[in-house]
């Protein structure tokens, strides 16, 4: 992060698109080895974890026969570039849980130019993260993608106002205003038809904050985790209209694998979910410990910027149903309720059978 140059990078994050473009895998897949830690970059595998054997002598006593896990290279295509969003996973592979669970991980960093869910969908990668939103539509565009758990209980997507600007109260009260936006994001087509906004003016959203701060009358959409450390940085003073306070109350950082790693390879999905909400659990307690290994596959984002991004995501990460049910958990109701929120803005066709979309199987049990 370079918070002085008016560019915030991690201002253009994961706005839900209503078509989910395709990418090229293949450029991305060659940058893998420099996604990861000091982990392995070879092709990843789906043979079952097992418990290999080492071989012994017929007269050998049983304490000469060692058991060694197996280990099976895996790869995560984390949702944006590497930040403390994605703190779980960073301690479930420094403080070796995904190791222990027989993987020798490899995070890739995901971007603008990057689909986590066509990549997983490919077999290049056995684990992903995306939005709850933005796997329904994937889905319904024939990729057959299941949430096996979520870092995130509700979004940090959030609208950005000016202070001075006395008018702005709630969503309601954008009507007239430019506001710099993903046009066809998701939670943007709720609000407009929710708040009938039908005169506020859509304005390109690049992912810089420039045009936002020169216009005192302007709201950008962003990150609670991320765009009020920069726009402290640069002393504009700022109010939030939180996006999951609109109604629109998705699951973030959902993590996600193909129906056919589920079928084919449960105990894999098991042990990476297991492993993963460990590094949550941790990370919770740990993160000023954790984020040194986050910088280094994001120098961009300065240590201070991710001390307080940890600080900003714990309630989105352990409260709500986390509080009580665990983290990572998920509900049945939110995600139908999502669903029903997209066909009704015309996103998704037809709702599915939700119990297809997510399970909460793999998840350690409270």
Wanted: glycine share 8%.
């Amino acid at each position: 992060m370079k918070p002085f140059n008016l560019t915030n990078p991690l201002a253009a994050k994961r706005p839900v698109i209503l078509s989910i473009s395709l990418v090229m895998i293949s450029s991305m897949l060659a940058a893998c080895g420099n996604a990861g830690s000091s982990v392995s970059t070879s092709a990843p595998s789906t043979a079952p974890l097992a418990q290999a054997t080492a071989s012994a002598a017929p007269a050998a006593s049983p304490a000469s026969t060692t058991a060694t896990k197996a280990v099976v290279p895996a790869t995560v295509v984390l949702n944006w570039f590497a930040e403390p969003e994605h703190g779980g996973n960073f301690a479930a592979l420094a403080k070796g849980f995904y190791k222990d669970a027989g993987f020798d991980m490899t995070l890739m960093p995901g971007g603008p130019q990057v689909s986590s869910t066509q990549i997983v969908a490919s077999g290049k990668a056995q684990f992903g993260m995306a939005n709850g939103d933005d796997i329904l539509v994937a889905r319904q565009e024939g990729i057959p993608i299941v949430a096996i758990a979520t870092s995130m209980q509700k979004s940090p997507q959030a609208v950005f106002f000016h202070k001075e600007d006395t008018a702005i109260k709630d969503f309601g009260d954008l009507n007239g205003h430019k506001v710099y936006v993903a046009s066809t994001a998701s939670f943007w087509q709720f609000i407009k038809k929710k708040y009938k906004l039908d005169s506020a003016q859509e304005m390109k959203y690049t992912g810089q904050l420039v045009n936002f701060v020169s216009d005192p009358k302007a709201l950008t959409q962003g990150y609670v985790t991320s765009e009020p450390f920069t726009l402290s940085q640069q002393k504009v003073e700022h109010g939030t209209l939180l996006v999951a306070d609109s109604g629109y109350n998705i699951y973030a950082g959902v993590y996600f694998t193909t129906e056919k790693m589920i079928a084919e390879h449960p105990d894999q999905v098991k042990a990476f979910v297991e492993a993963t909400v460990k590094g949550w659990d941790y990370y919770k307690d740990h993160s000023e410990e954790i984020n040194p290994s986050i910088q280094v596959k994001n120098p961009d984002m300065g240590l201070d910027m991710m001390k307080f991004s940890a600080a900003k995501e714990m309630d989105f990460v352990f409260g709500g149903d986390a509080a009580s049910k665990g983290t990572g958990v998920m509900t049945k109701e939110r995600w139908t309720e999502v669903q029903k929120q997209l066909v009704d803005v015309g996103v998704l066709k037809t709702a599915e059978n939700i119990d297809k979309v997510f399970t909460t199987q793999f998840l350690p049990k409270k």
